[in-house]
């Protein structure tokens, strides 16, 4: 079994900036690309990034691109997701989740089903 644990949500206002973290334990975790989800209540979950095992390829929802980054440190078997600019529309409660591949070319939230592992998310809310 693998573990997610997510961390780094709270309250900001627009424009203000928050770093996610996703920290991995049990099985081999360094094989598991990683993605974050994002889901308000009464709204369909959406794909906000993922990132490869390596950290070569990355894919990110067309709503945060330009100010959201997702990265990771193998080492500490931990995922990043730096969020900056950050607007009302961006609150909501984000998950970590694992899965076999994260491609570049696909929609996120398409491929929600082929994550496999999942965290208990961390609540982000985004108001002035």
């Known amino acids: 079994q693998l573990q997610l644990v997510e961390s780094g949500g709270g309250a900001v206002q627009p424009g203000g900036s928050l770093r996610l973290s996703c920290a991995a334990s049990g099985r081999t975790v360094d094989y598991y690309a990683k993605g974050w989800f994002r889901q308000v209540p009464g709204k369909e979950r959406e794909g906000v990034s993922c990132i490869s095992p390596s950290g070569g390829e990355a894919n990110y929802a067309d709503s945060v691109k330009g100010r959201f980054t997702i990265s990771r440190d193998n080492a500490k078997n931990t995922v990043y997701l730096h969020m900056n600019n950050l607007k009302p529309e961006d609150t909501g409660i984000y998950y970590c989740?694992?899965?076999?591949?994260?491609?570049?070319?696909?929609?996120?939230?398409?491929?929600?089903?082929?994550?496999?592992?999942w965290g208990q998310g961390t609540q982000v809310t985004v108001s002035s």
């Open positions: 989740a694992a899965a076999a591949l994260c491609s570049s070319k696909v929609v996120l939230t398409e491929r929600a089903h082929e994550y496999d592992y």
